[in-house]
């Protein structure tokens, strides 16, 4: 099994940043890619983007250019810089890993509130 831990979310204003940190412990050795995704209330949960192990990384095209993942394979942990931030980024964030058997884990979501 593999357990996923978030931090780094909180309230900030438009334009303003943060960045969540995603922890992962257990079968770390299963994990292909990882990847952060949000849920607005009312909405479906949505990609935000994701990271292969290898480092090649996808976007949502709301964030290109705003938002930056990263993972660093030795501390076993993932990162997502928010820059510019906007009120239609608020939600709550989950961290995802996808292992090399395809099987998704998830964290238990972090709250990013932006206030205009």
């Known amino acids: 099994q593999v357990q996923l831990v978030e931090s780094g979310g909180g309230l900030v204003q438009t334009g303003g940043s943060l960045r969540l940190s995603c922890a992962a412990s257990?079968?770390?050795?299963?994990?292909?890619?990882m990847g952060w995704y949000r849920q607005a209330p009312g909405k479906q949960r949505e990609m935000v983007a994701t990271?292969?192990?290898?480092?090649?990384?996808v976007y949502a095209d709301s964030v290109k250019g705003r938002f930056t993942i990263s993972r660093d394979n030795a501390e076993n942990t993932a990162y997502l810089q928010m820059n510019s931030l906007k009120p239609e980024d608020t939600a709550v964030y989950y961290c995802?890993?996808?292992?090399?058997?395809?099987?998704?884990?998830w964290g238990q979501g972090t709250q990013v509130t932006v206030s205009s």
């Open positions: 990271i292969a192990r290898g480092g090649i990384a």
């Open positions: 257990g079968r770390i050795f299963m994990i292909n890619a």
């Open positions: 995802n890993a996808v292992s090399m058997s395809r099987r998704d884990y």
